[in-house]
């Protein structure tokens, strides 16, 4: 791929985060994103086949720009499960402030947009693998609590870690970012801990 493509395709990337941030779920147009990329419709077909391709690899691209391998990086190199869970809730919680326009834009959207759920879908489907990993790592180590099956501690683990509560928590009630991260660490604890592991850590 040649540079001009590479700087083309960027520009149609940051183009869509940007009026993805703005629209607040209004809904972004192909050719809104055009305009504000200053290219043509069907350069930007020509790059993204469709408009839930294009939304899907700009929260990629999101990804890419702030280093979430390199965020995550403490917990998917963790000594044990424990520390896995909660270097992951650390990474992700410190990450969503960052995101949350996006996010924001696509959870509002999706009900009347099948690209905007799409893309929406993809995150919800890379948050769940990182939580299924801590999961199956506490198991791992003999660290996850029984009192639920596996699928289901994922579930829950998978909701504390939502968007709409991190919202709900810090936009509505107030809680300050460490707040959240902290707290939800303690709660996923005790829920996911066996007897043992909860004991020690204490």
């Given amino acids: 791929m040649s540079s001009d493509q590479i700087d083309t395709r960027t520009r149609i990337l940051e183009a869509t985060w940007q009026l993805l941030e703005d629209s607040q779920g209004t809904g972004v147009r192909m050719s809104d994103i055009a305009k504000r990329a200053e290219v043509s419709r069907q350069a930007v077909y020509l790059h993204f086949g469709s408009r839930s391709e294009l939304l899907i690899a700009t929260t990629r691209y999101l990804d890419e720009v702030k280093d979430i391998d390199r965020r995550l990086a403490p917990s998917r190199n ?3 499960g424990l520390q896995r869970l909660e270097m992951f809730i650390l990474a992700w919680g410190n990450y969503i402030p960052e995101i949350y326009g996006v996010a924001r834009a696509l959870m ?4 009347a947009d099948d690209a905007a759920a799409a893309a929406w879908s993809d995150r919800l489907a890379a948050i769940r693998d990182g939580c299924s990993a801590a999961v199956n790592a506490l198991r791992r180590d003999g660290q996850l609590s029984t009192a639920l099956p596996i699928k289901q501690s994922v579930d829950v ?10 919202e709900h928590l810090t936009v509505d009630c107030g809680w300050t970012n ?4 902290d707290r939800i660490t303690a709660i996923a604890k005790q829920i996911l801990l066996n007897n ?5 850590n204490d």
Avoid: D, G, P
């Fill in 78 to 80: 963790a000594k044990n």
């Fill in 108 to 111: 509002a959207a999706q009900e």
């Fill in 157 to 166: 683990l998978w909701t504390l870690l939502s968007v709409r509560n991190w």
């Fill in 178 to 181: 460490k707040q959240y991260v």
């Fill in 196 to 200: 043992k592991t909860f004991a020690e």
